[in-house]
C-alpha cells in the first residue's frame, strides 16, 4: 500500500463540497448537449478548463443555473453521482452545500422540488454505496439579504430531517457576512445548524470574526485569513472551531508563485496556531481532484504527517452536523480502521 492508495482507503467524512461544483464532466456535457444550450463540446471543455492558475468555478455553476438544469430530476443524478464516486474513495458521510435561490430563480426548480429531488438521491446512494448525506441550503451572497430571508423561509416551510442547517457561499469580496444576519437570525431560531465561507478570497480577517460573532456560526468554510489575526485565531483554537479547508482552493493557486505555492499556503500554518482544520474537495471535478489527491495533498504539497491526517479525519467527525451521540462510535470505527491501513502501509515493501 502507497499513500495514495492509503488516503483513498481512509475512512472520511466530506463537509465541504457544493452540489453543482460536484457535476462529473461528462454530466456537464451530456447535459448542456442535451439541453440544447448553445455549447459545442468544445466549448463545454473550455467551460471546465482548469489552467496552472485556474479562475473560481462560479462562471461553471452560473452556467448550469441559468442554462443547463432541466427540472428536479438533473439534482437528483448529480446528488447520487457525487456520492457514489465519494462513497468509492473512502467518504463515510457527506455535508453538501446547495443554493436554492439561483436553482427556482435561474432553473425554476421550486425549493421544495428541488430538495426532495436532492434527498431521493442521497436515498438511492446510501442504498447503493453505504454513504450517508445531509443537504446545508446556503446563501448566495451575490444576491440580495432579502432573498437570503425569503430562502430561509423556505427551509422552515418545508422541512426535511436530513436538511441541517444554512451556509452563505459564492463571492465573497462583496457580500460581507453581516450583510445577511436576519437570514442566520431566522435559521438558527428555527434550529438549523450554521456554517459560512468566510476568508476564502484574501478578504479581510473580520469576515471571519463577523461569521463567529454575529451570524453564531459553529465552523468555517475556508477561513485562511484567520491567521492575520493571532488574537482571533487563538480564540477560534479554544473554542474548537474546525475549518474546513480546501488544498484546491483557486485563489492560493492563482495568486501565489508556483514554486512557492505550497510552502506560503495559509492551510499550512494553520495547526501549528492550534487551529482544528478538517480537507475537503469543494468542487472534486471542476477541481480535478477527489479525496484521495485531497488527503494525499495534505501530505505531500504541505507536509503534514500521517499524525496528523488521523487528526484530521476526527475533527470531520467533530464537525460533522450528525447527531452527538453518533460520534463516539464514528472515532472508535474510523480510528480502528485508520489504525489498520496505517500498519499495512507501515509495513516493509
Keep these: 500500500m502507497d499513500l495514495a492508495a492509503f488516503c483513498r482507503a481512509l475512512p472520511k467524512v466530506e463537509l465541504h463540497v457544493h452540489l453543482l461544483g460536484a457535476i462529473r464532466l461528462e454530466t456537464l ?94 436515498d438511492d446512494a446510501k442504498h447503493d454505496h453505504g454513504i450517508s448525506a445531509l443537504l446545508i441550503p446556503s446563501i448566495d451572497r451575490e444576491a440580495t439579504p432579502e432573498e437570503a430571508v425569503e430562502m430561509v423561509g423556505w427551509m422552515e416551510a418545508h422541512r426535511r430531517e436530513r436538511i441541517i442547517g444554512l451556509g452563505i457561499d459564492y463571492r465573497e469580496n462583496d457580500g460581507p457576512p453581516e450583510a445577511f444576519w436576519k437570514a442566520y437570525r431566522d435559521a438558527k431560531r428555527a434550529g438549523f445548524r450554521l456554517t459560512a465561507h468566510a476568508g476564502e478570497f484574501g478578504c479581510h480577517w473580520r469576515n471571519i470574526e463577523t461569521a463567529i460573532d454575529l451570524l453564531g456560526v459553529e465552523r468555517i468554510d475556508h477561513g485562511y485569513t484567520v491567521l492575520d489575526n493571532p488574537a482571533l485565531a487563538r480564540r477560534c483554537a479554544d473554542r474548537g472551531i474546525v475549518f474546513t479547508v480546501v488544498p484546491t482552493n483557486s485563489y492560493y ?93 507501515d509495513q516493509p515493501a
Excluded at 106 to 118: C, F, L, N, T, V
Design 29 to 122: 456535457a451530456e447535459m448542456a448537449a442535451r439541453q440544447g444550450a448553445g455549447y459545442t463540446p468544445a466549448e463545454v471543455a473550455d467551460l471546465a478548463r482548469r489552467d496552472a492558475k485556474p479562475k473560481g468555478v462560479l462562471h461553471i455553476l452560473r452556467a448550469l443555473e441559468q442554462r443547463i438544469l432541466r427540472g428536479p430530476e438533473d439534482l437528483h443524478r448529480i446528488a447520487y453521482e457525487y456520492l457514489a464516486d465519494a462513497a468509492a474513495q473512502g467518504v463515510r458521510h457527506a455535508e453538501i452545500f446547495w443554493n436554492p435561490t439561483g436553482t427556482a430563480r435561474d432553473s425554476a426548480i421550486p425549493y421544495a422540488a428541488g430538495a426532495d429531488a436532492i434527498l431521493a438521491g442521497f
Design 253 to 345: 493557486l492563482r495568486t501565489l508563485p508556483p514554486d512557492r505555492w505550497a510552502a506560503d499556503h495559509p492551510i499550512r500554518r494553520m495547526p501549528a496556531a492550534g487551529l482544528l482544520i478538517h480537507p475537503n474537495t469543494d468542487d472534486p471535478p471542476l477541481h480535478r481532484i477527489d479525496p484521495q489527491r485531497c488527503w494525499s495533498m495534505m501530505v505531500g504539497d504541505f507536509g503534514f504527517t500521517l499524525d496528523d491526517l488521523r487528526g484530521f479525519m476526527l475533527n470531520g467527525i467533530d464537525a460533522a452536523f450528525i447527531a452527538q451521540a453518533d460520534k463516539p462510535g464514528l472515532r472508535a470505527t474510523f480510528t480502528a480502521e485508520f489504525d489498520r491501513l496505517r500498519a499495512i502501509l
